[in-house]
């Protein structure tokens, strides 16, 4: 009999993270376990606000409401057990973390590829790649954004 495989996978409510949570269930298998993890923050420049605690409670629903949404985007997630991980702080360490504490076999996550400017500077896909501590699957939004541009045969053919 095979083991169960846990993976951890990131979700943000876009297009790359629903195709990530999708990929992720087929890695669990019918006996795997999933932990979709999604990470939250309110901008440092506000901690001292009076309104700080009021920004948290709205980030914190928000989370919630990302994640509620996903249940009906993913019908699949109805097929396999899985846990919610909602995690106040940058969305990285948050994933990594999740991966560590419940022992995942994978990380599958979704990138939105926002250029090489972004990723000099950091980028979550780029962070969980050098910190995990598990195999990482990385889905790239212009996957799933559509099929590819045509690539001219005298390109293609091309030495």
Same mark, same amino acid.
């Given at each position: 009999?095979?083991?169960?495989?846990?993976?951890?996978?990131?979700?943000?409510?876009?297009? *790359? @993270?629903? %195709?990530? !949570?999708?990929? +992720?269930?087929?890695? #669990?298998?019918?006996?795997?376990?999933?932990?979709?993890?999604?990470?939250?923050?309110?901008?440092?420049?506000?901690?001292?606000?009076?309104?700080?605690?009021?920004?948290?409670?709205?980030?914190?629903?928000?989370?919630?409401?990302?994640?509620?949404?996903?249940?009906?985007?993913?019908?699949?997630?109805?097929?396999?057990?899985?846990?919610?991980?909602?995690?106040?702080?940058? *969305? @990285?360490? %948050?994933? !990594?973390?999740? +991966?560590?504490?419940? #022992?995942?076999?994978?990380?599958?996550?979704?990138?939105?590829?926002?250029?090489?400017?972004?990723?000099?500077?950091?980028?979550?896909?780029?962070?969980?790649?050098?910190?995990?501590?598990?195999?990482?699957?990385?889905?790239?939004?212009?996957?799933?954004?559509?099929?590819?541009?045509?690539?001219?045969?005298?390109?293609?053919?091309?030495?």
């Amino acid at each position: 009999m095979t083991p169960s495989r846990t993976v951890a996978v990131g979700y943000d409510g876009s297009t *790359a @993270a629903l %195709a990530a !949570v999708e990929h +992720a269930i087929d890695r #669990a298998g019918p006996d795997g376990r999933l932990v979709v993890v999604h990470a939250y923050q309110v901008p440092a420049d506000y901690s001292g606000a009076s309104y700080y605690s009021f920004m948290l409670n709205d980030a914190s629903r928000y989370a919630a409401a990302v994640l509620d949404r996903l249940e009906g985007d993913c019908e699949r997630l109805a097929t396999i057990e899985y846990t919610r991980d909602i995690s106040f702080g940058a *969305a @990285a360490p %948050a994933i !990594v973390g999740a +991966a560590e504490v419940n #022992a995942a076999d994978e990380i599958v996550i979704g990138s939105r590829g926002v250029g090489r400017v972004r990723a000099l500077l950091g980028s979550v896909a780029h962070d969980v790649l050098h910190h995990a501590r598990c195999p990482v699957t990385v889905i790239p939004e212009r996957m799933v954004d559509g099929p590819p541009p045509e690539i001219p045969a005298a390109v293609t053919n091309a030495v």
